[in-house]
């Protein structure tokens, strides 16, 4: 089975740059996936990577070392509207439309 | 492209009753999954449907159910419902060609049980 370990929350003030680390414990997978979910609304994808490496997109990067049994997302020069709760998920091999979630990180930026 | 919608938005039932909660997705996907979040047990995935066929199950019991017509939109069904079924209820849709493929969400049905 999988199990994905987050920090549960994170505060920053806006400007800053947050890491947020997902280390997981996995038989198999496809790639991890980053989720941002603000309170009420809906996950929202944010990020995947299928290889070791990091992926880039905007002001947010995500990173992935399959051999460390790790990843993280990267938000960088925070804004207030980044304050949302924010999922690392995998994606088991041979398991049709599940995504595996960690319990989430809460990101709260500061003024 | 409209994205995942869900409805109704909210629903209050009481213990016993049952409940039937609806998800059309994207235009062109296939695949539906949908999943149970709460405060205490996180994101959990209850179950995939593609053409119209269950093709993979999560860990609840018999009392969560699920369909998908031939226009790919879903249903979910709750019976005897209970206290702790009191949950955002969210479904995603995929294409369904492949196991990696990005799921999008829809907004999610709040139930709470009383």
């Known amino acids: 089975g999988q199990s994905l370990e987050q920090p549960s929350e994170v505060t920053a003030v806006e400007g800053a740059i947050v890491q947020i680390n997902c280390t997981y414990q996995?038989?198999?997978?496809?790639?991890l996936s980053w989720y941002q979910q603000h309170d009420g609304g809906a996950p929202t994808f944010l990020s995947y990577?299928?290889?070791?490496g990091l992926e880039e997109t905007g002001r947010f990067s995500s990173f992935l070392s399959r051999s460390d049994s790790y990843g993280y997302l990267l938000l960088q020069e925070l804004q207030m509207k980044d304050s949302a709760s924010y999922f690392c998920?995998?994606?088991?091999?041979?398991?049709?439309?599940?995504?595996?979630f960690g319990a989430g990180t809460q990101v709260v930026v500061t003024p | 492209k409209a994205g995942v919608t869900q409805t109704p938005r909210y629903l209050i039932k009481t213990r016993g009753q049952q409940v039937t909660l609806s998800c059309s997705p994207i235009?062109?996907?296939?695949?539906v999954s949908w999943y149970q979040q709460t405060p205490g047990q996180g994101l959990q995935f209850l179950f995939e449907?593609?053409?119209?066929?269950?093709?993979n199950k999560g860990n609840f019991p018999g009392r969560f159910s699920g369909r998908q017509f031939s226009n790919s939109r879903s249903e979910m069904n709750v019976s005897t419902l209970e206290l702790g079924d009191s949950a955002l209820y969210l479904c995603?849709?995929?294409?369904?060609?492949?196991?990696?493929?990005?799921?999008?969400f829809g907004p999610g049905t709040r139930l709470l049980v009383l």
């Open positions: 995603a849709s995929s294409l369904g060609t492949v196991v990696q493929e990005t799921q999008y």
């Open positions: 996995t038989s198999g997978f496809y790639g």
């Open positions: 990577n299928a290889l070791d």
């Open positions: 998920a995998v994606r088991p091999t041979d398991s049709w439309g599940k995504l595996q």
């Open positions: 235009s062109g996907h296939r695949s």
């Open positions: 449907y593609f053409s119209e066929t269950q093709r």
